[in-house]
T-cell receptor
């Protein structure tokens, strides 16, 4: 069992829909991350939050909007996605940014 | 800039044989190095890490890796493969915290197949 919980596990949405991905951890970690992983590829960093502040945005399109309401919760709001956005979205957390990251099992997103 | 090269996108071994997965890195600062394993339809699980100190690090499930600065390598080994080791393995590098906020740069991954 992973200590980083992501919901939903699977999501199918149309290009005009608005949906959100959710990530929770209760380990007291102060850094949280969103990664995108395409099939047969390594994860690619999208966003980093440190102490609930957005610290890194890897030039991600604005149709992806992250939010960190508190130290345990990380959301990724999705709007007007494209078919190429279909991927596994992984959330990770670490005690501090220099500590190892712990990953959730991801949300598999399909855009119709 | 940092980069990771994993030699061999697929490695096949027999059950009980030595597992060797190769990783070379490039970093302008002392690196933090990690090995992660990913089973189908799951996230990444940390196997082991090197930050400072002892260059031979032991991880979970009998895996270990040795940091060799002169060779810029961090190869992953396991003396005896088990069927349950079949998965994809990623080597990753970061420069720790600071302005990179622990950003991980991953290699392309190596799929390990274990034959009975």
């Amino acid at each position: 069992d992973t200590e980083v919980t992501q919901t939903p596990k699977h999501l199918v949405m149309g290009m005009t829909n608005k949906k959100s991905l959710k990530c929770e951890q209760h380990m007291g970690h102060r850094a949280m991350y969103w990664y995108k992983q395409k099939a047969k590829k390594p994860p690619e960093l999208m966003f980093v939050y440190s102490y609930e502040k957005l610290s890194i945005n890897e030039s991600v399109p604005s149709r992806f909007s992250p939010e960190c309401p508190n130290s345990s919760l990380l959301n990724l709001h999705l709007h007007a996605l494209q078919p190429e956005d279909s991927a596994l979205y992984l959330c990770a957390s670490s005690l501090f940014t220099e500590q190892p990251q712990h990953f959730g099992d991801g949300t598999r997103l399909s855009i119709l | 800039a940092q980069s990771v090269t994993q030699l061999g996108s697929h490695v096949s071994v027999s059950e009980g044989a030595l597992v060797l997965l190769r990783c070379n890195y490039s970093s302008s600062v002392p690196p933090y190095l990690f090995w992660y394993v990913q089973y189908p339809n799951q996230g990444l699980q940390l196997l082991l890490k090197y930050t400072t100190g002892a260059t031979l690090v032991k991880g979970i499930n009998g895996f270990e890796a040795e940091f060799k600065k002169s060779e810029t390598s961090f190869h992953l080994t396991k003396p005896s493969a088990h069927m349950s080791d079949a998965a994809e393995y990623f080597c990753a590098v970061s420069d720790g915290g600071g302005t990179s906020y622990g950003k991980l740069t991953f290699g392309q991954g190596t799929i390990l197949t274990v034959h009975p």
